[in-house]
C-alpha cells in the first residue's frame, strides 16, 4: 500500500500568488485531516473531514485558505493569496476515524516557501 | 490557555542505553495520549496509544507511562539503537474532541554508536 500521497512536495511561491496541495489517503480511510507544520513546532490542526464533510475547521484562516474532499477520497488545500508567514510544512493524514485506536497516518507533506 | 511541553533540547545517547522523555501539560484534561516518531523530510509515525485510565503501555522495546496526577507522560526507549534517532511528538486528545490531536514541539533523539 502506498500510504498517504501528497504533492507536491516542494513549493516555491511569490506572496500573493495562489498555492494548492493535494493529499491522496489511505483506501477505506473516511477521516483525514490538513496540519500544518511549522520549523521546530508540532504540527497544528487545520480541517478534518469525516467522508466529505468538513466537521472541524475552525483553525483553517477562511479569509485565504480553503479545502475540498471531493466524493470522500482525495483533498485539495489551497491558499489564496499566499503570504510570507504561510510559509511551512502542510502534512495530510488519514485515519480509519476519529477515535484514538485509530492513529494517525501521515504524508510526507508539502514543503511551501513563500517570498 | 492550554500548554504541551517536551524538551527542546536533543537528547544524546549511547547505543543500548535507555533514552526516556518528558511531556508535560497544563490547562488540559486529556482523555488520552498518543507517542509519534518524526524523521527529517518525513511525516510523524504513530507508535502509541495510552489512555487517560491505563498506566503503562509497551510495545517492543518502547514503553509509555501516564501519569495524570502530574500530568506527564513518559516515554522510554530501552536498549536504544542508531536508526531509533528521530524526533518524537507526544499528542494529546480530548473525550469531547476525538479527532482534534495537540502536538506538542518533539524532542529530537541522537543515538550514537
Known amino acids: 500500500e502506498a500510504g498517504v500521497v501528497q504533492s507536491p512536495r516542494y513549493k516555491i511561491i511569490e506572496k500573493k500568488q495562489p498555492v494548492a496541495f493535494w493529499c491522496n489517503p489511505i483506501s477505506g480511510h473516511n477521516t483525514l485531516y490538513w496540519y500544518r507544520q511549522n520549523l521546530g513546532q508540532g504540527p497544528e490542526l487545520l480541517i478534518r473531514y469525516e467522508n466529505e464533510e468538513a466537521v472541524d475547521d475552525s483553525q483553517l484562516p477562511k479569509d485565504r485558505f480553503s479545502a475540498e474532499r471531493l466524493k470522500g477520497v482525495d483533498s485539495t488545500l489551497k491558499i489564496q493569496p499566499a503570504e510570507l508567514g504561510d510559509s511551512a510544512v502542510y502534512l495530510c493524514a488519514s485515519s480509519l476515524g476519529p477515535a484514538p485506536q485509530y492513529g494517525y497516518t501521515f504524508g510526507s507533506g508539502t514543503r511551501l516557501t513563500v517570498v | 490557555s492550554q500548554k504541551i511541553e517536551q524538551n527542546s533540547e536533543a537528547l544524546n545517547i549511547q547505543e543500548g542505553k535507555t533514552a526516556t522523555l518528558t511531556c508535560n501539560y497544563t490547562?488540559?484534561?486529556?482523555?488520552?495520549l498518543q507517542w509519534y516518531r518524526q524523521d527529517p523530510g518525513r511525516g510523524p509515525v504513530f507508535l502509541l496509544l495510552i489512555r487517560e485510565n491505563e498506566k503503562e503501555k509497551r510495545k517492543e522495546r518502547l514503553k509509555v507511562t501516564f501519569d495524570t496526577t502530574l500530568k506527564q507522560s513518559l516515554f522510554h526507549i530501552t536498549a536504544s539503537q542508531p536508526a531509533d534517532s528521530a524526533t518524537y511528538l507526544c499528542a494529546l486528545g480530548g473525550a469531547d474532541s476525538w479527532g482534534k490531536l495537540q502536538f506538542g514541539a518533539g524532542t529530537q533523539v541522537v543515538v550514537t554508536p
Open positions: 490547562n488540559y484534561s486529556p482523555a488520552y
